[in-house]
């Protein structure tokens, strides 16, 4: 673990596993163009094959690198929003590989707004495939300690960037159909986006094609439960032994960017129940209430 960008360049170019720093969570990244490197994620994490990967790249006019072709919604939503957390699906270009997809005929895209990753990825020159660098279907890292004790000796580094600022995994919109549709709900608020596309955006609608889109995720080892309102909370903690309320609704900010560290404490001081207060489905709270509705779908 250090801050070298110089010694995570060599790992990655040797065909190795880095531990990179984003505004939204700790990536296990390899290189996109390595059918051998990416295997290594899926078998480091337990990821199923067939879960596609996002791709990092240094800037919006890399995009169309990777895709075969780019919508005007698209468009206008890389020149608006990256660098940031939002991730774009759209038709992948031949020569983007299966391994990465998952098979799919699309590919997402994102350019990650972290110094030492911008960086990282101006140097290297392609792109990283890069999910979360956690054990698959757990609680995501948002620190390198959270990824040396997820993870240990099966990442070859672990670029230290410090605590991740978002703390919740970048918002996804599928632009290859019309109108875009948003799947994951992340950093990046809905609102933000429907503004952004004048109204034209729907739900989630059709079969899993991105990362977080399966009904159970995000998983402490302590049940979680959910309450509307901290006053449900306390009460159904009240009759719960060893449960704890989380409750950070009067700072969504600060709820989404400590939400995965207080679920890993959680774990580490022996909680028995989490009693998690849902916070309302404005802005970050539609990301902060799909991963917890995701972390209780488990237990």
Not at 57 to 75: G, M, R
Not at 90 to 98: D, I
Not at 217 to 244: C, I, K, N
Request: hydrophobic share 45%; proline share 8%.
């Amino acid at each position: 673990m250090g801050s070298s960008v110089e010694r995570a360049l060599e790992v990655l170019r040797d065909g190795g596993l880095v531990a990179i720093p984003t505004e939204t969570v700790y990536g296990l990244a390899a290189d996109a163009s390595s059918d051998a490197a990416v295997a290594r994620i899926f078998s480091a994490k337990g990821r199923p094959t067939d879960h596609p990967l996002i791709v990092h790249v240094a800037t919006a006019q890399h995009l169309a690198e990777w895709a075969a072709e780019i919508s005007p919604a698209a468009a206008l939503l890389a020149d608006t929003c990256w660098p940031g957390p939002l991730t774009l699906l759209v038709p992948k270009a031949a020569h983007v590989s299966a391994v990465v997809t998952g098979g799919l005929p699309t590919v997402g895209v994102r350019v990650p707004a972290h110094p030492l990753t911008t960086e990282l990825l101006q140097r290297f020159g392609g792109g990283l495939a890069a999910p979360s660098a956690n054990q698959f279907g757990k609680v995501s890292p948002t620190t390198a300690q959270h990824v040396l004790a997820d993870l240990g000796h099966l990442v070859d580094y672990v670029l230290d960037g410090g605590p991740c600022p978002v703390g919740v995994e970048s918002t996804i919109v599928d632009c290859s159909v019309d109108p875009p549709q948003i799947l994951r709900p992340g950093g990046i608020a809905a609102e933000q986006i429907s503004a952004l596309l004048q109204g034209r955006l729907a739900p989630s609608a059709g079969p899993s094609r991105a990362a977080g889109m399966l009904a159970a995720h995000y998983a402490p080892t302590a049940t979680v439960l959910l309450a509307d309102t901290a006053e449900a909370a306390h009460s159904l903690a009240a009759t719960r032994a060893g449960a704890w309320v989380l409750d950070r609704t009067d700072d969504l900010v600060e709820y989404a960017r400590c939400l995965y560290a207080d679920l890993r404490d959680a774990d580490l001081r022996g909680v028995a129940i989490v009693v998690a207060v849902l916070p309302p489905p404005t802005g970050l709270g539609h990301a902060i209430r799909d991963r917890l509705t995701k972390a209780a779908a488990t237990t």
